[in-house]
């Protein structure tokens, strides 16, 4: 039975998100990243989207080519965003295949991390610490959030992990094949998204270590240093040339009227989107986020945890405190300064990627408290693998160490917060974007909390169109966010309505919450006359996936 466990967990985490991708509509950046990818995969070109890398959409692209979706004639006046809308929703093809058909590539690239995350960790570490971390990975609400989008968050922790993971295992054994492998990690992060320049202070500082002990050991092994050096360098060689190719491949039409060379050219498109994203993050998003009953304009460092704290399952913040405070309450445990003079002397891989992989999480979070670009907690999925498998290694740990008859309570207490896990998980389904946990009453009232891609980014039209068609709702008022088209899904019924018109006189009103928030913003500041502020008072007829809220205006 305990063979079965890891693929039963595999096989609910591909579930879970298939079914979630067949129910919810496109969120805002699905249009800009579906329009991007398309127009590099049919017509070479790199003018959308420069902000992210182009590897991933372009896997989104690859179904919509076989499909024959078709790019506008117009398509080189529009905006990423008009045009994304185009695609969708003007196309021979329906909206819903062509956005199903987008995601699925991301769901298998998911889901085949999950069978690889479980793999790697049972090879190097153990059975038990690789069914802890894939069962938190696989039923982790924020994991599966983002595993049915076509967005680049979860590719970039999956692939920022593999790099660390194959890095590691290069400076335990620096071998051609880890040399290999870690360099097609590396660039292929890097074409990801441009979060993964993160890991480059890690693999300088591991290179540069790692260096300084193989040249003392030089007496041992004769030029050790030296073959190290190269294949380090081909590391960063093999990395550079999946970045070229990547750029290369999307837009090769610029790069033959650019009259540059491949080097120069992909160096000008990476460093201009980069710059792009450093701009963003240092000078914050164009409208303010919304923080625990305050609007904030630039940023705060507060942010991060705060979302951290009412995003994450609330079993899985007691697994943390336990991993984090139990390895030091138990008896038995090696000195630290023993540890410290082992790892210094001869680092075996696990330890080089424990170490690695705690570095890396000082750094990202590190470089998240700095960002004024607070839009979702999905900036921080980059480190929920390292925490899912040292969350594993600790519990195991403290299981190991401690007396005989305490096992069977701390087996009880484990039990009981993955039960609770694994349900709050299933009750969950599928509003896994708009998840809050109980600290924050399961995102009933999230827009008290956070806004934006937290909480509301438009997922939830399909089933407004649902429970329109379900209800027999002849007209309703609709001020709609995200990536969906209202008119496309809605038909007769849809009213178009903006805050700009004041409140409707009376009638059916669909809002989405991140509307609410941001009139009651702008109308504080004078850049509105209007809000939604008086609905806030009264209480909806129904709640939409916890994004869109309905009231009847009488």
């Known amino acids: 039975m305990l063979k079965k466990i890891p693929l039963i967990l595999i096989c609910l985490f591909f579930i879970l998100s298939i079914a979630s991708a067949l129910n919810k509509s496109a969120v805002i950046d699905e249009l800009a990243h579906i329009a991007a990818g398309l127009t590099y995969a049919t017509k070479h070109t790199l003018r959308f989207n420069p902000e992210h890398p182009p590897l991933i959409k372009n896997l989104a692209a690859f179904p919509l080519v076989a499909l024959k979706v078709q790019l506008p004639p117009d398509y080189g006046y529009l905006t ?29 690239m998911s889901v085949l991390f999950a069978a690889l995350f479980y793999v790697l960790i049972k090879k190097y570490f153990n059975q038990k610490i690789a069914l802890l971390a ?105 990395a550079l040339l999946i970045i070229n190719f990547v750029y290369f491949f ?20 990476y460093y201009n989107g980069l710059n792009k994203v450093l ?98 907690i999905r900036h921080l999925l ?25 096992k069977k309570k701390f087996n009880l207490i484990i039990a009981f917060l993955l039960s609770w896990y694994l349900i709050l998980t299933l009750i969950a389904f599928p509003n896994y974007l708009s998840y809050f946990n109980e600290i924050a009453a399961y995102g009933k009232y999230g827009e008290f909390y956070l806004n934006d891609s937290n909480l509301d980014w438009g997922q939830d039209l399909i089933y407004l169109a649902n429970w329109v068609k379900k209800n027999n709702v002849a007209e309703i008022y609709v001020d709609y966010y995200g990536g969906g088209n209202p008119k496309y899904y809605l038909q007769d019924s849809f009213i178009p309505w903006h805050i700009d018109y004041g409140l409707p006189q009376k009638g059916l009103l669909a809002v989405s919450k991140f509307y609410i928030m941001t009139s009651i913003y702008n109308k504080s500041i004078n850049k509105s006359k209007f809000s939604y502020e008086p609905l806030r008072s009264q209480k909806p007829i129904k709640r939409i996936g916890n994004s869109i809220l309905i009231y009847e205006l009488k």
């Open 80 to 108: 990423q965003y008009n045009l994304g809308g185009k695609i969708l929703y003007e196309s021979h093809i329906s909206a819903d295949k062509i956005l199903f058909s987008a995601r699925l590539p991301l769901i298998i």
């Open 250 to 269: 999307s837009g090769y039409n610029d790069f033959f009227k650019s009259q540059q060379s491949m080097f120069n050219f992909t160096l000008n498109n």
């Open 279 to 376: 701009t963003h993050v240092y000078d914050g998003h164009d409208y303010p986020q919304y923080l625990f009953g305050s609007y904030i304009n630039d940023g705060s460092w507060a942010y991060f945890p705060l979302a951290f704290i009412v995003k994450t399952p609330l079993p899985l913040l007691i697994l943390i405190l336990i991993a984090t405070i139990g390895p030091f309450l138990i008896k038995g445990r090696l000195d630290i300064k023993q540890k410290i003079k082992n790892f210094l002397e001869k680092p075996t891989f696990v330890q080089i990627f424990i170490f690695n992989s705690l570095l890396f999480l000082i750094i990202y979070i590190a470089a998240s408290l700095k960002s004024k670009l607070n839009i979702g």
């Open 382 to 406: 980059p480190i929920f693998p390292f925490i899912y498998l040292l969350i594993s290694i600790a519990i195991t740990k403290i299981w190991s160490q401690i007396k005989f008859n305490q």
């Open 134 to 238: 894939l069962f938190l990975f696989a039923l982790s609400p924020d994991i599966i959030a983002f595993s049915h989008y076509v967005v680049t968050d979860l590719p970039a922790a999956i692939f920022i992990f593999l790099t660390i993971f194959y890095f590691s295992r290069f400076l335990a054994d620096s071998s051609l094949k880890n040399s290999l492998l870690s360099g097609i990690f590396f660039g292929t992060a890097l074409s990801v998204k441009f979060s993964a320049i993160t890991i480059i202070p890690l693999i300088v500082f591991g290179f540069l270590f790692s260096l300084k002990n193989k040249i003392k050991k030089d007496a041992e092994v004769k030029n050790q240093h030296l073959v190290y050096i190269w294949r380090f360098l081909l590391l960063v060689i093999i």
